[in-house]
């Protein structure tokens, strides 16, 4: 081949999410987005099942939010790490990060302890990593009483529900369907 041969790359085929690289997948305090003891503070919690209905017992979900005033800078001190071992600490317990990261249980269960979005962005993003995806799924979870915005209203009301967590006790509930028939599966996003 010549240096004025226009060269043809094939993109490279992707491959199925995990297994995960142990190193900060999870992370110490990784769903405990709040700061600890905040007055403020909501537990949203639910399962992620696969398409026959089973509980996916080594998903990780993404979370980033807007703080309740409505700042999407968030704040650093998600990841600390000890310097003296090099031990990774997690998070430090006082900031309101914006980002947390939950791997679910053996039953397929996940919980985030946040502090309840902005009225502007009212909803928390979710990024969605589990084994069989070739891609990471995005969603979003909107509290109970928030009102519709562009994307709730582009929705049949069916599938908005599939985007509400509903109220369950003194938390919230969200379970993610990865697949299924309408509305049951999760309605994502697509950002290509």
Known sequence: MSPTDELKLEPT?????GPFFGYALPFPGGPDVAPAGHPDTI??????????????PDAILDFWQAGPDGSRAGSPGSL?????????LGRDGVRFTGFGRAATTGDGHWALHTLPPAADTPYIAVGVFARGLLHHL???????????????????????GTLRARQDGRAYRFDVRLQGEEPEETVFLDFA
């Open 13 to 17: 085929p992707s491959q199925t999410v």
């Open 43 to 56: 537990t949203v919690h639910g399962y992620v099942y696969d398409g026959e209905g089973r509980p996916i």
């Open 138 to 160: 995005y969603t979003r979870i909107y509290l109970p009483g928030t009102p519709d915005d562009a994307l709730l209203s582009s929705l049949t009301p069916e599938r908005r």
């Open 80 to 88: 600390r790490v000890d310097a003296a071992n090099g031990e990774l």
